[in-house]
């Protein structure tokens, strides 16, 4: 461990300090039927699947592994966000409890923290406006802001360049999902932790290399802010 504090924590917003509630599986559904993938049968059981592999990737990058041809893909992707604004619209959206508190805590020990999605900016902003959280975070990043979504690693190294962190060993990540565990390891965070409030179980975040599991963003937080003391 350095002798350096955290001075930057990334944290996935849908499953880790969102609660999720399935909207994204329901949007999928609505979007692979407008593909034309057959609602029942092998060939959607193995997109089900895909997509709850690969929670946490950009969803652009999902449909084109599912579909290949771009133009399907970005069909696709709009029928999601669609869908997805739809089930915002239609539903309570509410933060895993104690998330706020854990991002204000991180804060006012001078922690700056980036909220990351793996949706588009639009759909990102209709969760930030849902929630009421426009001003709750130092940054926000979708994939489209950094170049690549998880698991690459763009959007870490994205936010610990607008934020002005020194090194990525001031860094920790958190997220619900194998690719948010992949994408901090990329970008070398020193903390890189898994949480039990979405997609993944601790062993699958353990078995992508999480240095920590966590029961939620709180336990992270008191993680973080240990590390400083």
Do not use: C
Not at 86 to 108: C, F, H, K, Q
Not at 168 to 186: E, R
């Amino acid at each position: 461990m350095s002798d350096e504090n955290i001075t930057l924590a990334v944290l996935d917003m849908a499953g880790t300090t969102v609660a999720d509630g399935g909207l994204v599986l329901r949007a999928f559904e609505a979007a692979a039927t407008s593909a034309g993938i057959e609602t029942e049968g092998p060939q959607r059981e193995r997109a089900r699947q895909y997509v709850l592999d690969t929670m946490g990737q950009s969803k652009i990058t999902v449909f084109r592994a599912l579909l290949g041809a771009e133009d399907r893909a970005q069909a696709a992707n709009l029928a999601f966000e669609a869908a997805y604004d739809a089930l915002i619209d239609a539903v309570d959206i509410v933060p895993i409890p104690g998330a706020a508190e854990a991002i204000s805590a991180l804060r006012a020990a001078g922690v700056r923290v980036a909220l990351t999605t793996g949706f588009s900016r639009t759909t990102q902003d209709r969760l930030l406006n849902a929630l009421g959280w426009n001003e709750i975070a130092d940054l926000t990043l979708a994939p489209s802001d950094a170049g690549r979504g998880r698991p690459y690693p763009d959007m870490v190294l994205t936010a610990l360049l607008r934020l002005g962190i020194d090194a990525v060993d001031q860094v920790a990540v958190l997220g619900d999902t194998t690719s948010d565990i992949a994408s901090g390891l990329a970008a070398g965070a020193r903390i890189v932790a898994g949480t039990l409030t979405g997609a993944h179980d601790a062993a699958q975040l353990h078995a992508a290399g999480a240095t920590h599991v966590v029961a939620s963003v709180t336990e992270f937080a008191d993680l973080i802010l240990a590390d400083r003391t």
